[in-house]
């Protein structure tokens, strides 16, 4: 843990488990890594990329505001498989965004997820470890199959789950939209919010 740290903070891409799939990380806020973590994975720079955080605080160092009812959502579902797009923050990096000054935040639940984030002391990204298009892996091995010879480390969690994705839900003017249906069915996050 305390190496990945380290290459994370010297611009390294290390691959972790999470709840689903093997994820990728960098530090969000360093260009080149960024950079970098596009190249490996060969993915558009129109597509943004996800973020993990470890405590509620690091909210701050992303998102401009919490719309209300994710406040209800984050006591519900997090830690754990859902995403949420906040407004960012203006010094969020624009290739992190890909221009839409919108950023997705999940708490993960899983332990080595966490406690990486945790370690590292701030937001990492949580993209899925393989070559865009093609099937997120679930094992240390399977990262090392398909990403190995260009990635700095790999943290080896055991297998992962690989059921599905995290839920992506936004809230553009109040309104709940799923981006993506995962883990947790949409009924049920909107469910949550009725409960209010």
Partial sequence: MEQAVLLLNQGGLVAFPTESWYGLA??????????????????EKSKPVPTLISSHAQLALLVRNVPSCYHVLMGKFWPGPLTLVFPALPHVPTCLTAGTGTVAVRYSSHPVAARFAGAFGG??????????????????????????????????????????ASTVVSCLEGTLTCLREGRIAFAAVKEAVREI
């Fill in 26 to 43: 960098v530090d969000p806020f360093n260009r080149d890594a960024l950079d970098r973590l596009f190249a490996v994975k060969k993915r």
């Fill in 123 to 164: 937001p990492i990204t949580a993209t899925s470890a393989n070559i865009s298009g093609r099937a997120p892996q679930d094992t240390a091995q399977g990262v090392a199959c398909c990403l190995g010879a260009e990635l700095d480390m790999i943290l080896d969690g055991g297998r992962t789950t690989g059921i599905c």
